[in-house]
Nanobody
Framework: QVQLVESGGGLVQPGGSLRLSCAAS????????MEWYRQAPGKQRELVAS???????DYADFVKGRFTISRDNAKNTVYLQMNSLKPEDTAVYVC??????????????????WGQGTQITVSS
């Protein structure tokens, strides 16, 4: 169906930057919305940012002005540029493809897909 693979995670100093990528692969699909979530130990999963196929973007308040989400529809890839990273940004970041249309007219389905997650650690 559809598989999502994240990359770009790792260890970074406070104030540093990282760029995450999430590439979707499969056959005959279209993704309506792509989102980044994160979950830190002992905390609930939280939405970081989302972007629709038309380019509408939403950010969580705690990342506004620091993170930028973008997508390349031709490559079926979403990016998250993270600047001015803080220790509290430490979490597993997970990509989600929302309302994915799979198949063709007259024979299709709709579903959501999650990536495997990538660890971001912000520490000196």
């Amino acid at each position: 169906q559809v598989q999502l693979v994240e990359s770009g995670g790792g260890l970074v100093q406070p104030g540093g930057s990282l760029r995450l990528s999430c590439a979707a692969s499969g056959t005959d699909f279209r993704i309506t919305t792509m989102e980044w979530y994160r979950q830190a130990p002992g905390k609930q999963r939280e939405l970081v940012a989302s972007i629709t196929s038309g380019g509408s973007i939403d950010y969580a308040d705690f990342v506004k002005g620091r993170f930028t989400i973008s997508r390349d529809n031709a490559k079926n890839t979403v990016y998250l540029q993270m600047n001015s990273l803080k220790p509290e940004d430490t979490a597993v970041y997970v990509c989600k493809a929302d309302n994915v249309i799979i198949g063709s007219r007259g024979n299709y389905s709709v579903g959501d897909f999650w990536g495997q997650g990538t660890q971001i650690t912000v520490s000196s």
